[in-house]
């Protein structure tokens, strides 16, 4: 798969995201009609470089944290290291003990109120998508 070699390795990898990122929203279409789009905050070392965005209708919900500001973002060293280090989520309240699955390799996690975003991200990939669910937390 994709994941495997990363965005930088594999010249199809940003084509098998979207498809990836287009798939989660075919298969919840009341969450993207009808979702209202939050704005979860990030907090750390790199929350300036980063944009973080929600979309929530009932139960579930959809995460998406992807890089900003990058050329600002590579002329700081202690950033450039990874754009999630030491850099966290926190999540509206209803949302933050609901399982989660991560959308670019499936893996399931639980998730909690303060994310470190190192845990989220699969490597090689510089976003981070989760579709979230209460009941199932």
């Known amino acids: 798969s994709a994941a ?3 965005m930088r390795l594999y010249p199809r ?3 098998w995201l979207i498809h990836r990122l ?3 929203r075919r298969a919840s279409p009341t969450l993207f009609a009808q979702g209202k789009y939050l704005l979860p905050r990030l907090a750390g070392i790199a929350a300036d470089n980063l944009i973080a965005q929600m ?3 009932g139960d579930r919900a959809a ?3 992807a890089p900003r500001l990058c050329g600002k973002a590579e002329a700081q060293s202690d950033v450039a290291s990874s754009a999630f ?3 966290f989520l926190v999540l509206p309240e209803r949302f933050r ?3 989660a699955r991560r959308v670019l390799d499936g893996a399931r996690l639980q998730i909690r109120q303060r994310i470190d975003l190192a845990h989220l991200i699969v490597p090689g990939f510089p976003v981070i998508a989760l579709e979230l669910d209460r009941e199932a937390g």
């Open 4 to 6: 495997m070699y990363g």
């Open 13 to 15: 990898a940003k084509q």
């Open 22 to 24: 287009l798939a989660t």
């Open 55 to 57: 979309v929530a209708h």
């Open 63 to 65: 995460l998406l944290v």
């Open 85 to 87: 280090d030491r850099t």
């Open 97 to 99: 003990s609901a399982a």
